[in-house]
């Protein structure tokens, strides 16, 4: 099993950036693809971007397109989310996720957090207006 734990979330106003970090331990971290999630108050997780494992291929939602970017380090067992151009709307808990034992490559798994099978505790960023 993997473990992971996020950290770069913060309080910040509209149109700032912010970088959050994944660090994962406890298993070979390269063969893992990766994703970013979020829960904001009163709503359902929702699937933001995710990695292939080699870092070749990444997929985003509509939502966050052309203002994040994900992105992975395997020397360092880490993966990345660089956050632009925050909104008001992107305030939410942000969850990294790992989908271990793939297996498939430079493939990616689907957008549902049930694809997923190792999670991070979340870390909590908010966006002032």
């Known amino acids: 099993q993997v473990q992971l734990v996020e950290s770069g979330g913060g309080l910040v106003q509209a149109g700032d950036s912010l970088r959050l970090s994944c660090a994962a331990s406890?298993?070979?971290?390269?063969?893992?693809?990766m994703g970013w999630f979020r829960q904001a108050p009163g709503k359902e997780r929702e699937f933001v971007a995710k990695i292939s494992a080699n870092g070749r291929r990444t997929v985003y939602a509509d939502s966050v397109k052309g203002r994040f970017t994900i992105s992975r380090d395997n020397a360092k067992n880490t993966v990345y989310l660089q956050m632009n151009s925050l909104k008001p709307e992107d305030t939410a808990v942000y969850y990294c996720?790992?989908?271990?034992?793939w297996g498939l490559g430079s493939l990616l798994p689907s957008n549902d957090e049930l694809d997923y099978n190792s999670w991070g505790q979340g870390t909590q960023v908010t966006v002032s207006s």
């Open positions: 406890g298993r070979t971290f390269g063969s893992d693809p």
């Open positions: 996720a790992a989908r271990t034992s």
